[in-house]
């Protein structure tokens, strides 16, 4: 009767250790494509100048509007 408890212990110990390292260890994935950034930058009226620095859409400054 121990042993069985022990060995359930165990187990269910190892099915844990398992779950949590299995989804710890999966780098998180990009929250939007290029392409997404490129459409939403335009949207709102940017310029997208992610060919120079990835993932950079610019803006132009209210003071500098003509």
């Known amino acids: 009767m121990t042993t069985r408890k022990i060995l359930l212990g165990a187990l269910l110990a190892a099915g844990a250790c398992g779950l949590f390292t299995a989804c710890s260890s999966l ?3 990009p929250t939007y ?3 997404e950034l490129r459409a939403i930058c335009e949207r709102r009226g940017g310029w997208w100048r ?3 620095i990835a993932g950079y859409c610019e803006f132009q400054s209210a003071s500098f509007a003509p």
């Open 33 to 35: 494509t290029d392409d």
């Open 50 to 52: 992610g060919e120079v």
């Open 27 to 29: 780098p998180p994935g």
